[in-house]
Structures are given as structure tokens and as C-alpha cells.
């Protein structure tokens, strides 16, 4: 089984940053992708970063400039710095881990809030 938590959620007023941590654990393969996702209220959860092991990053054109997604493998962590922080990035912050082989699983956390508001 594998286990996700994030943290590092809060209230921060706009322009302001914050810096969220997650942290997988369990049978994890060499190979996999963490990142990030987001739901507003009223809305469908959306990706906001991936960084697979590989290497490769993926980020949402919404965040791009503002965002920052680290990986430190040693850890199985990923960390999403964020920067000018707008009211419409508040949402629950998932973080999320997918693993190819062999059956190609995802597995997420329980959800971090980020509320920006004056």
C-alpha cells in the first residue's frame, strides 16, 4: 500500500507565497510521477504540476511564472513553491502520486487548503 500526505496549506493574502510539502511512503517502484492538483469549489479537480522521475515537468499555463514544483527522491517527496498567490488559486491542493507498473495506480492525499484572501 502506499501512503500520501501533504502539508503546509494556510491562509496567505494575495501576492503573498506558500510552500506546500508531500511526502509518498510504502511499495513504490523506481519509476513513477508525483505532482500536484487543485479543487475550487464548484469546480473539477485540475492538474496544476507534475514532475515525473524522469525528469520531465508539466504545469498549468494558470501558474506558469508563479509556480514551482521540486523532487527530492532520496525523501519520495515533491514541493510546490508558490509565489503571487491570486484569490482564484484558493482550493484544496491534492498531491498525488502514479505509479506505471504494473498496473498503473494512482494514489492521493487527503487535501491541503489554500485559501488567499485579503
Known amino acids: 500500500q502506499v501512503q500520501v500526505m501533504e502539508s503546509g496549506g494556510g491562509l496567505v493574502q494575495p501576492g503573498g507565497s506558500l510552500r506546500l510539502s508531500c511526502v509518498a511512503s510504502?511499495?513504490?517502484?523506481?519509476?513513477?510521477?508525483m505532482g500536484w492538483y487543485r479543487q475550487a469549489p464548484g469546480k473539477q479537480r485540475e492538474l496544476v504540476t507534475t514532475f515525473s522521475s524522469g525528469g520531465k515537468t508539466t504545469i498549468a499555463d494558470s501558474v506558469k511564472g508563479r509556480f514551482t514544483i521540486s523532487r527530492d527522491n532520496a525523501k519520495m517527496a515533491v514541493y510546490l513553491q508558490m509565489n503571487s498567490l491570486k484569490p482564484e488559486d484558493t482550493a484544496v491542493y491534492y498531491c498525488?502520486?502514479?505509479?506505471?507498473?504494473?498496473?498503473?495506480?494512482?494514489?492521493w492525499g487527503q487535501g491541503t487548503q489554500v485559501t488567499v484572501s485579503s
Open positions: 498525488n502520486i502514479y505509479i506505471p507498473l504494473p498496473a498503473g495506480s494512482n494514489y
Open positions: 510504502g511499495r513504490i517502484s523506481s519509476s513513477y510521477t
